[in-house]
Nanobody, 129 residues
């Protein structure tokens, strides 16, 4: 059984930074795609960013976080990170790590909530104004 475990969430003031981590444990699987989604109260889960191994590495960001958030990956540790800078109150949400063994070749597929088979339990990020 595979588990994705997120950490690093918390409370931060607007303009601050947080770094989320997502580590895969249990049965070792080749996750060719890993990403982050978020869900604010009363809203649907939305795409934040993702990384695919397609053609040496492909990253994709939601417009709302482009230039502020950075996804990175440590393949040796099967861990993905989300560096969040210049945080805004509207970034407040539960952040979920997602992973899949398929190779996603486009932003469209990388951004689909239903495109990932493995999910973490989520970590709360709260940005105060």
């Amino acid at each position: 059984q595979v588990q994705l475990v997120e950490s690093g969430g918390g409370l931060v003031q607007a303009g601050g930074s947080l770094r989320l981590s997502c580590a895969a444990s249990g049965r070792t699987l080749p996750f060719y795609a890993m990403g982050w989604f978020r869900q604010a109260p009363g809203k649907e889960r939305e795409f934040v960013t993702a990384y695919s191994t397609w053609r040496g590495g492909l990253t994709y960001y939601a417009d709302s976080v482009k230039g502020r958030f950075t996804i990175s990956r440590d393949n040796a540790k099967n861990t993905v990170y989300l560096q969040m800078n210049s945080l805004k109150p509207e970034d407040t949400a539960v952040y979920y790590c997602a992973a899949d063994v398929r190779i996603f070749t486009s932003a469209q597929t990388m951004g689909r909530v239903d495109g990932y088979d493995y999910w973490g339990q989520g970590t709360q990020v709260t940005v105060s104004s």
